[in-house]
């Protein structure tokens, strides 16, 4: 055996027992060696072809859940919380530290330089923004910390948020508010989400002359759409940092930074993008970097920001962030968008039949395609999610928050609409 599936260590060394157990597609998506004429490849070299989507039903999506890996019997529906990657981005990630425990050095090199060359470019390509205005993280919690740390303030100054952010978009500010003696001022904006006007309103009646900086939800975490360029326009127009955090948001549906104009935008791509666990970016704008400064480095610039956290990162990891936005740009976001959509409407359309319940979630221009929270009259969220996983095998989550007693579904690509009536089925059945 000799070149490259030999384990040739030109390439990033992966050799032929890898090979059989990987599958070529893996060590292929990362610019390593590909073996595909191996006798008895791993069924990733084998699964159906990636192509556009011609339509939302599930007959559509068929070849496409082939590509992931669930346990048979098991309905995930619980997208929002962490993502389930397909097998190709599971393959991505084995096959990059298989690089670099062969030749460390090397590996790193190599996964290095498909992250600068592939990933970011990829990522920049998706989001409709410059490479270098990327930072690569390791979700939406980290880049939203590096995005509130950045932001110039000082004692008395205010930052607005909303009554729904995640804990991740408040803790940084009540850090500041601690340390540093900045004013956090809260927003209420009620559940379920009142039309753009009110929510605008809000957010104008709530500004005072301390005010520096606002910063709010793409899509909370209960599923509700923030009417965010308007919002953004509105921080514009008052001179203030806008700083959105779109871990719900991006892969349920396009997402253009730049027409968005916020200054900044924090992401975790190991939810919808499908993306390794641990992945994720800031977007900081070119023109926002005197505002919005790095936590990091005394010698920073404008043009050179240097937002990256120093030290070694997970590359193999990072890399495999360009097989997961490969994976979801094959099939365009506006199918992904449609095929969720989809999937919720069938999902609104069920509930709608069992007695005692609630949706909580608003109209299209209020919701995320995705995300559905809804209430079940004498139910407790929390143990209704413990038994429904025990009874049907399916993964939902609570949403005991904003005031409610709720349940969250998230439904993505995968799954069907068989999996969401077995899941009202067993809902219309479970009290107490």
């Excluded at 084998?46 to 346990?71: I, K, T, Y």
């Excluded at 609570?398 to 969250?408: F, K, L, P, V, Y």
Aim: hydrophobic residues 40%; contains cysteine.
């Amino acid at each position: 055996m000799t070149g490259a599936c030999a384990g040739d260590d030109r390439h990033g060394l992966i050799g032929r027992r890898e090979w059989l157990r990987l599958g070529a597609t893996g060590a292929a998506a990362l610019g390593l060696p590909a073996c595909a004429a191996w006798e008895g490849d791993a069924s990733s070299a084998e699964l159906p072809p990636l192509r556009a989507r011609a339509g939302p039903g599930d007959a559509d999506w068929d070849d496409v859940r082939a590509h992931f890996l669930v346990e048979p019997g098991t309905a995930y529906l619980n997208n929002a919380s962490i993502g389930m990657p397909p097998r190709q981005v599971v393959d991505a990630v084995a096959a990059g530290y298989r690089a670099m425990a062969e030749l460390p050095a090397r590996g790193r090199s190599d996964l290095s330089a498909r992250i600068a060359e592939h990933v970011v470019p990829g990522l920049a390509k998706l989001f409709s923004v410059r490479p270098d205005e990327l930072t690569l993280t390791r979700n939406a919690s980290e880049a939203l910390h590096l995005q509130s740390i950045g932001v110039a303030l000082g004692p008395g100054d205010e930052v607005l948020i909303t009554s729904q952010e995640h804990p991740a978009g408040r803790r940084p500010w009540e850090f500041r508010q601690v340390r540093e003696g900045i004013r956090v001022n809260e927003v209420f904006i009620p559940s379920p989400l009142p039309p753009e006007e009110e929510v605008l309103s809000r957010f104008e009646d709530a500004i005072t002359p301390r005010t520096r900086a606002v910063a709010f939800c793409h899509v909370t975490r209960g599923g509700h759409l923030y009417p965010v360029e308007a919002i953004c326009r509105l921080a514009r127009e008052r001179r203030l940092v806008s700083l959105v955090d779109g871990a719900q948001a991006v892969g349920q549906f396009p997402v253009d930074l730049t027409s968005l104009g916020c200054d900044a935008y924090s992401v975790s791509l190991h939810k919808w993008m499908l993306a390794p666990a641990g992945t994720g970016f800031l977007f900081v704008r070119r023109d926002a970097r005197d505002r919005i400064r790095t936590a990091f480095a005394p010698d920073a610039t404008p043009e050179q920001p240097q937002f990256d956290p120093p030290g070694t990162a997970a590359f193999p990891v990072r890399a495999a962030i360009g097989t997961a936005v490969d994976f979801v740009a094959t099939l365009g976001l506006e199918a992904v968008e449609a095929r969720c959509r989809f999937l919720s409407d069938h999902l609104k359309s069920r509930l709608a039949e069992v007695s005692g319940v609630t949706l909580l979630s608003g109209a299209r221009d209020r919701s995320a395609p995705g995300s559905t929270i809804f209430e079940k009259e004498d139910l407790d969220a929390v143990a209704a999610v413990g038994a429904i996983e025990a009874s049907i095998s399916s993964h939902i989550d609570e949403h005991q928050r904003d005031g409610h007693n709720a349940i969250r579904i998230s439904t993505h690509i995968y799954n069907t609409t068989e999996q969401v009536d077995r899941f009202v089925e067993a809902l219309a059945r479970t009290t107490g």
